[in-house]
């Protein structure tokens, strides 16, 4: 097979890590070993078998790891098996790609995941950001980041892994899923709660909480457009006592909050300029 075949494949290969998408089809070839969900050890090396299906013809292949810490090997002959080395700096559950290519000329491609190990016991966790600020409700997701470091003195990010748990004090103002993703769920405070071997850390989410009392809508001011998102929300329970629109804190937005909210207005009969 010529050189510039196998180049060409690794390129690509590099490609798709960076995010570009290939005109690859995912029939033909399939990643036979590793299993999907197979226990790895972080710094080891695995192999990945890439086996033809049906009548396919394989002319070259590849395989890696994302995050990618080295240019993939390419084997350009029967058996297809890659040596892969399982990044070092990342706990949990990470992607496992590989790319080939047929006597067509087809590129194909299949994909598995692997479930990264540490080699020792955790000595402690760090969570970024330290804390999760949502402006409004408007469908924003944020995450955050989850690392380990060990006894062995390694570290790496523990936030996909299946051992890291994710809980929301406060699931009327924002919930949290498996992979550390937070999102708004109206106005308010609440506690994210990471944990990890025994290890537990805790950051505040706020949503629609500024500095400036009866400022609803974070620019600085309180004034007509203030009033009016209060409004949209009244008679309705509060979501806790970080609720900025219960100005009264008394579990519920109703006409007394409105009231109290035409008080603070910063300019004269509310206006909004």
């Known amino acids: 097979m010529p050189p510039t075949r196998s180049l060409s494949l690794a390129i690509m290969g590099i490609l798709l890590y960076s995010g570009v998408s290939l005109d690859a089809q995912s029939s033909g070839m399939k990643i036979t070993s590793p299993a999907n969900g197979t226990i790895v050890t972080a710094g080891q090396s695995i192999t990945v078998t890439i086996t033809a299906l049906g009548s396919t013809v394989l002319q070259n292949a590849t395989a890696w790891i994302l995050p990618l810490g080295q240019i993939p090997q390419v084997i350009q002959s029967p058996p297809f098996q ?3 080395a399982v990044p070092s700096g990342q706990i949990g559950t990470l992607p496992v790609v590989a790319l080939a290519s047929d006597s067509q000329g087809n590129t194909l491609q299949d994909s598995v995941s692997v479930i990264v ?8 966790i760090k969570v970024n950001p330290n804390r999760v600020l949502f402006s409004s409700v408007n469908g924003t997701v944020m995450s955050v980041n989850v690392s380990a470091t060990f006894q062995d003195g390694t570290s790496g990010y523990v936030t996909s892994s299946p051992d890291t748990q994710y809980t929301s004090s406060n699931t009327k103002v924002a919930v949290v899923n498996s992979s550390g993703q937070v999102q708004a769920v109206a106005p308010g405070m609440s506690n994210l709660t990471i944990s ?4 537990n850390a805790t950051i505040p989410v706020t949503v629609g ?3 400036l009392k009866g400022d609803l809508n974070g620019d600085g001011a309180v004034d007509l457009n203030d009033i009016q998102i209060l409004l949209k929300a ?5 979501t806790g006592s970080g609720d900025p629109r219960d100005l009264n804190n008394d579990g519920k937005i109703d006409a007394l909050d409105a009231r109290i909210l035409a008080t603070l207005c910063s300019r004269p009969a509310c206006a909004t300029h």
Do not use: D, H, Q
């Not at 190990?117 to 402690?124: G, I, K, L, M, R």
């Not at 009244?234 to 509060?238: I, P």
């Open 209 to 211: 909480v500024f500095p």
């Open 82 to 84: 890659v040596a892969v």
């Open 234 to 238: 009244l008679n309705t329970a509060s």
């Open 117 to 124: 190990a540490p080699t020792s016991p955790a000595t402690s």
């Open 196 to 199: 990890y071997a025994g290890f």
